[in-house]
């Protein structure tokens, strides 16, 4: 660096040459074709750039079209989602109330059955004692028989594994009382009403008075009034005398209105009859029966068929045999008592 105040002459400097002519130098159109070369590139560039802009911001315009179309979907699905847990919601209350009146249905159907298994075992018991019943007081074998069966008709509807043991018991007696000989107490009551009723109709073999005749029978108004006043004195004088042909043994002599004592004391003897067979007396029966039979034999014609009819059927049924040495329902009750207190302690 030179210092300002010091001349360049002073300075030892060889002398410079003189430039020489010359050409001129390519480079400027070098230059000028390579700025025309870069405008073009420039210029393409910028367009491609500008094409590139527009594909972008199209896409961009499209993307963008398609996020808010997805957001519209989103939306959309939202509300369609949250319609849905709405709906869902009130399909879990619908479900939760169905469970509770499942619940309270279910609840209301066992008290149901429990019920009405009470009230069939009630109806078992009831049936159970009948039989008993009718078996000691009455020693009615068929409806006893008709009870137990209504019993276990009743259980084997119920069908439950818990009566098993009460329908064996019933079954058991069941077979007892079948075993025993029938008696028709029935039949043999009806066929003592009938002769009852036939009391009144049979022909005495001795009578307080003889039988009226259609003469005595006649109307008084067809007659003239001294015929009338004879007739009455006529009979009046034939009630005093009785003449009467026995041609067997004699009969007793029965007085007037003895006839109906005689009638109503063997109705008696047959009631009582009809009695002891409901009491299964065997000896009273048939004592009653041969006191009634001897009546017959020895007030009554004997040769009305009527008569006959009666004495053969008093005959026939002193043959009967009534009494029976009827059976108890221990173990159906036993059985009933434990169901019942197995009831009891659940």
Known sequence: MMPENENPSSLNLPPVPL???KRPSPWPFVAL?????????????????QDVEQQVSQKLADFDTGNKEDRGAQKQS??????????????????AEFQARSDNLQALYQDVARSREELALIEVEQAITLAGQQLQLAGNLPVAVLALQAADAQLAR????????????LAKDLARLKALPFVDMAGISLRLEQ??????????????????????????ADQAWWQRTGRAIWQEVKGLIRIQRFDHDEAPLLAPGQSYLLRENLKLRL???RLALFARDQWTF??????????LARHFVPNDKAVTAARAALRQMMASEIKIDLPTLTDSQAALRSLRQGKEKQ
């Open 19 to 21: 430039p020489r002519a």
């Open 33 to 49: 074709a390579a700025l025309a070369l870069a405008g073009w590139q420039w210029f393409d560039t910028h367009q491609k750039l």
């Open 78 to 95: 939202r509300e369609q989602v949250e319609a849905l847990q709405a709906h869902l919601g009130t399909i879990d209350g619908k479900i």
């Open 158 to 169: 119920l069908d439950r594994p818990a009566h098993l043991p009460l329908r064996k018991a």
């Open 195 to 220: 002769v009852l009723v036939g009391i009144d109709k049979l022909p005495l073999a001795s009578y307080g008075r003889p039988e009226k005749t259609a003469e005595n029978q006649m109307p008084a």
């Open 271 to 273: 009631l009582n009859a």
């Open 286 to 295: 048939q004592n009653e029966l041969k006191v009634a039979q001897d009546m």
